[in-house]
């Protein structure tokens, strides 16, 4: 055999001969038709019109209610939840005012900002758009003429903005879920200002503002449909033209492998358009035999500013193995194996639009393939693409075909649809498929790099060759059976190290090898998991939890791969002037900085430590009042008292959501707003396998978790309630647990959040033994931080628990600064740590939780710190030994809050210990037929089968103690002081 003269190609004395590189025939000459647009035809953009060109407008409206006013907005799809509008729109509408006669003045505002940030460059908010009109003020009318009761507004959408003197397109909505590099965000919304004269005994002016997003998508449309894709065959008569990348990476066997990945040449695609695509790997049949399948092709946005990068995945892809087809050369001998593939990428239902560039930021689209070479490593090759919104109309792409017709006489194209084919163009040039020959001429072999992939947009994104060929596809050689395989995932993995592993990596750490295979696993779970929700909305919900879920699991991965534990010698007590006492807070000022105030309960907890199923707060705790029914009674108090408005905000999870609607249904006609929302819902993980124990979404509540109260940022963004509360005028919130009755508003912690600037603060008391495996602040390499006993190094346990070293201990009693915590959220992004929860399920499974607490964001906001409170401001109810000191004459009731009866001859509360026997509720109501006097107690221990009479009294320390199989019963009227009872009756004097 003489060996080609193409480095490229050659024929070798071995069983098998090399492919060439590549796989199109060279007969016939070129037609000069291209499927690209030309550049001034790349999108054919459209607007609504009156002059029946365009597609007819809707003529629905949207609506939003608030307590003052109602906005309606017209030409809108029924039902929408959130307005849309397109290129050069007009934003119209009314608003509807509720008592009109006290309003002062009207204001309306349509804004647009894009945020750029990373933590190369910091933040950048850039406004695109800034309109302002008032539709009424007083002061510019009669002193007798009243506020219209309906206002109408009206503002054009412009069609680009100014920025360092340059015109840019106005960028449409963009709010990726995850840029880890980069935070990219294109926002419009629509502001209403309200002035009103309250009057209540004085006069004074409210002002509150209300707002809502709206969505601003600019149709666009590919220049050309995309043809209907038909099953590949031998050739791939449609499209007409492709694009071939050729890599070539080292496998596990002893030959390289080659990867041909072909996709259309068509550059432009609308976002509904299902692309084609098909995979060719050749290698020596050992090779191959190892080879892992192609594990993803789906469409990528690659975001770029200043440096820093952030990938998104847009879409899911469909991977089948095309069967084998046997073939020989001249020589009889069999062609080098091959595998191949063929398939389809497609856009997500809620990717809306495609790429964009704006200033320094540019965002651009991919059809990424992801080819995996074992188990430890992988090849990514890029295609450039650009997405338009696709053509809903019918009537729009009957314009656009016709559009197409006229330009192809002009140019000497003509149009040959085939049946079943609409919108397929053929060129007059093409010829006839001739048989491909055993062996192309080496000049034609020759690699070409005419369009490399842009490196500086899509960094480790490898391509060794990219062609476009503008001649029709010839066979691909087949001569080994493709693993079968489908892939269909709508998640978007974070761009981390096991989603970025680019070819040539020959050795790599077991467990980073390991977090990436995990990783790939619990997508794939999930991806399942939400497709088995068949309603849209509830899909698209849950598709967020388990996209949050994810992120979670990948940085719990990470960080076990890394195995990094807190430095115990780094740990230090908090400075002075990071945990201000009580005593030191300034008096209120002004009782009208409550209007500034939501309290928010986190009620998510069952109680099943005390035998509950139902919510917890619907325990009756004092003078047959519950939890909830206390927090209201304070709340609406503190309202009518002071004269404010302050909200009452319910965090619920999914096993509290029910009972907790029901139950608020009886505060209907309290002067009281209450809001609920609903905590994420996270999948148990079996701890062996780190798979999620859930198959489907409606299986049974076990295999689910609510995943802690730091869950609560997550849950007040994506419920929109953080924005509805910065839209009244609330600048802070206080956070606590339902069950902690000492946990009110106090308006001198407001005060001194208020002078001192503070984002955030967090309540601490006093240790006591009692609170040892309480969290506590730290002061670690300089920044304040919370420490969970669940994240301290088992060697170290014991000095976390002690009294000595850590004095203090997190009451869970939050002030969150609301517009400090949107920044965070949106702008610099917020990572709380992982606390690791093992469980046992019922069957015996070991699995774990992925949890966080709310005190952990410390670390993120601007001068937090802590107050030392009284201990009267921790009053929680985790056991039934708690709940009896409760229920006891040692307080009483004061518009709900709880007071220590004055008859108390001492500041602390007695110590209760309860034993098992009186761990239930239910036990716990059975073997106390009324709740003993215990104002003159000290210490309470009782253990074993114990009842209690009526009007018993216990004073100074008392431990009662029932031997197995003994039972002590408490006679009515007793009075027990300073006595220990064992089994008989037998007392002993202290």
């Not at 200043?306 to 089948?320: A, E, H």
Request: hydrophobic share 35%.
């Amino acid at each position: 055999m003489q060996e080609s003269q193409s480095s490229t190609f050659m024929i070798e004395t071995a069983e098998y001969d090399r492919p060439p590189s590549s796989l199109f025939s060279n007969t016939g000459s070129a037609p000069s038709y291209s499927s690209l647009p030309r550049p001034e035809e790349e999108t054919v953009q459209y607007t609504r019109r009156s002059n029946g060109l365009n597609p007819p407008p809707t003529d629905g409206i949207y609506t939003k209610n608030w307590e003052s006013l109602t906005l309606i907005l017209h030409d809108q799809v029924p039902g929408v939840e959130r307005p849309v509008y397109g290129r050069h729109n007009l934003v119209a509408g009314e608003l509807e005012l509720k008592r009109p006669e006290n309003v002062l003045a009207v204001v309306i505002k349509l804004e647009g900002k894009v945020t750029v940030a990373s933590s190369g460059i910091g933040a950048e908010v850039v406004p695109t758009v800034l309109e302002e009109k008032t539709l009424w003020d007083k002061s510019a009318t009669t002193s007798t003429e009243k506020c219209p009761g309906i206002l109408g507004f009206s503002f054009r959408l412009p069609w680009c903005f100014s920025q360092d003197g340059r015109p840019w397109t106005l960028p449409p909505s963009f709010e990726p879920e995850f840029m880890h590099t980069m935070f990219v965000r294109s926002t419009y919304s629509l502001t209403i200002v309200l002035t009103r004269m309250v009057k209540y005994l004085v006069s004074w002016e409210n002002v509150k503002t209300y707002g809502i997003r709206i969505d601003y998508i600019p149709r666009s449309r590919a220049s050309q449909a995309l043809p209907q894709f038909n099953s590949i065959w031998s050739i791939k008569s449609s499209p007409n033209e492709w694009t071939q990348h050729v890599s070539t990476v080292e496998g596990p066997g002893q030959r390289p492998i080659e990867c041909h990945f072909l996709v259309p040449a068509k550059y432009s695609h609308a976002l509904s358009d299902s692309i084609p695509f098909h995979i060719q790997l050749s290698s020596s049949l050992d090779t191959l035999k190892e080879l892992v399948s192609p594990s993803d092709v789906r469409p990528r946005q690659v975001g770029k500013t200043k440096g820093p990068r952030g990938t998104l995945n847009i879409g899911s892809g469909t991977i089948r193995a095309v069967p084998p087809a046997d073939f020989e050369g001249e020589t009889g001998r069999r062609r080098y194996p091959c595998l191949d593939w063929e398939g389809e990428v497609k856009c997500l239902e809620k990717i809306k639009t495609g790429g964009f560039d704006i200033g320094s930021l540019h965002v651009r689209d991919f059809v990424v393939l992801v080819l995996s070479i074992d188990q430890t490593s992988a090849l990514q090759i890029a295609h450039p693409v650009k997405f338009a919104t696709s053509g809903e109309y019918q009537e729009g792409r009957r314009r656009c075909s016709d559009r197409n017709a006229e330009e192809g006489q002009k140019t000497g194209y003509k149009s040959q649809r085939r049946k079943g084919h609409p919108g397929e163009w053929m060129p007059l040039a093409q010829r006839r498929i001739k048989p491909l020959l055993a062996a192309p001429p080496a000049r034609f072999c020759e690699p070409i790099s005419e369009e490399p992939l842009p490196t500086e947009v899509a960094p480790g994104l490898r391509t060794e060759h990219l062609k476009r060929h503008h001649r029709p596809r010839a066979p691909l050689f087949r001569n080994l059976s493709a693993p079968q395989l489908t892939m269909s995932s709508s998640l978007m993995p974070r761009s981390d190290s096991y989603n970025a592993r680019v070819r040539g990596a020959s050795h790599i750490d077991f467990k980073t090898a390991t977090t990436g295979v995990a990783a790939k696993a619990m997508r794939n779970e999930l991806s399942g998991i939400v497709s088995t929700i068949s309603d849209p909305p509830s899909r698209k919900a849950f598709d967020t939890e388990m996209q949050s879920f994810f992120y979670l699991f990948t940085r719990y991965l990470a960080e076990r791969a890394k195995a990094v534990d807190l430095d115990w010698d780094c740990i230090k007590s908090p400075a002075d002037d990071k945990i201000v006492p009580y005593a030191q807070l300034p008096k209120p000022k002004d009782v009208s900085n409550l209007n500034k105030l939501a309290v928010l309960k986190v009620n998510g907890g069952l109680g099943t430590s005390m035998g509950m199923t139902g919510a917890k707060s619907a325990l009756e705790v004092k003078d047959d009042m519950t939890f909830l029914d206390l927090t209201v009674r304070q709340i609406e108090h503190l309202n009518t008292s002071s004269r404010v408005d302050v909200p009452l905000i319910l965090m619920t999870s999914f096993n509290t959501h029910e009972d907790t609607l029901r139950i608020i249904k009886k505060y209907a006609n309290q002067q009281l707003r209450i809001t609920t929302f609903n905590q994420s819902r996270y999948p148990r993980i079996y701890k062996e396998s780190l798979l999620p124990c859930p198959q489907r979404a409606d299986d049974d509540k076990k295999h689910w978790y609510p995943p802690g109260h730091g869950d609560l940022y997550n849950a007040l963004l994506h419920s929109g309630v953080l924005d509805q509360l910065l839209s009244e005028g609330k600048e802070y919130l206080f956070v606590s647990n339902s069950d902690n009755l000492g946990a009110v508003v106090d308006e001198s912690i407001l005060q001194h959040m208020i002078d001192t600037q503070a984002e955030f603060i967090m309540e601490v008391t006093d240790k006591t033994k009692a609170d040892i495996k309480g969290g506590t602040l730290i002061d670690y390499e300089g920044s304040i931080r919370l420490l969970e006993i669940a994240q301290v190094p088992s060697e170290h346990v014991e000095d976390f628990k002690s009294v000595r070293k850590f004095k203090i201990f997190n009451t869970n009693n939050l002030w969150i600064n609301l517009k400090a915590l949107k920044r965070i959220m949106e702008v610099e992004g917020m990572e709380l740590d992982i606390i690791i929860n093992p469980k046992t399920t019922d069957d015996g499974h070991a699995v774990i939780q992925l949890e966080t607490a709310a005190g952990a964001a410390i670390k993120h906001f601007k001068n937090a710190h802590g107050i030392n409170v009284p201990r009267k401001r921790f009053l929680p109810v985790k056991s039934c030994s708690d709940l009896l000191l409760i229920k006891s004459d040692i307080y009483s009731l004061s518009h709900g809050q709880l007071v220590i009866n004055e008859n108390r001859m001492f500041e602390t509360t007695p110590v209760i210990k309860l034993g098992d026997h009186f761990k239930k509720i239910q036990q716990f109501q059975r073997r106390f037929k009324k709740i003993p006097r215990i104002i003159e107690l000290d210490h309470l221990t009782v253990t074993g089968d114990v009842y209690f009479g009526r009007n018993v009294t216990l004073r100074g320390t008392v431990i009662i103690v029932a031997n197995e199989g003994q039972r002590i019963d408490i006679p009515d009227g007793c009075i027990l002081e300073n006595r220990l009872l064992s089994g008989n009756l037998s007392m002993i004097e202290l």
